[in-house]
């Protein structure tokens, strides 16, 4: 990047990042892997107050844990650079989002983007990865 060029927004660079070599592909396969983490996070924890009696979330039960261990896992397999986790999270989430809105449960679509599009900037940072690490001297197709 040119030093005379405006550096991105904080929440752009991390959410979208550019991926032009193998450094910044592995940055956004771990973003995308530390939102997988923060969901398993959130998700594991209102599934055990929601054993323990206290149901903030009326649609969260302890069958939540089995959405926790998966998202712990997709997120670890993305952190490994793994381009079938980072896809199978990105589609993991929005078929779960889209159940969810079947179920009559309303979320905020926000979040939802957000989510998709951290999920989707590990899909390429994952792919990205494998092809410079294949062909270091070409560009990226992303």
Known sequence: MNF????????RSSIWP????????RE???VSAYAAFFCAGITALFAVLSIAGVNLISYISMWSLLDAVIFLGFGI??????????VLLLAFYVLEKIASLVEGHFQNP????LFIALFT??????FAYH????HPETEPVL
């Open 28 to 30: 956004a396969a771990k």
């Open 4 to 11: 005379l060029e405006p550096k991105p927004k904080w929440w």
């Open 121 to 126: 900037s590990g899909v390429r940072g994952c």
């Open 131 to 134: 092809q410079f690490s294949q």
């Open 18 to 25: 550019q991926i032009y070599d193998m450094d910044s592909a």
């Open 77 to 86: 397999g993305t952190k490994k650079m793994s381009r079938v986790c980072s």
């Open 110 to 113: 926000l979040i939802w983007l």
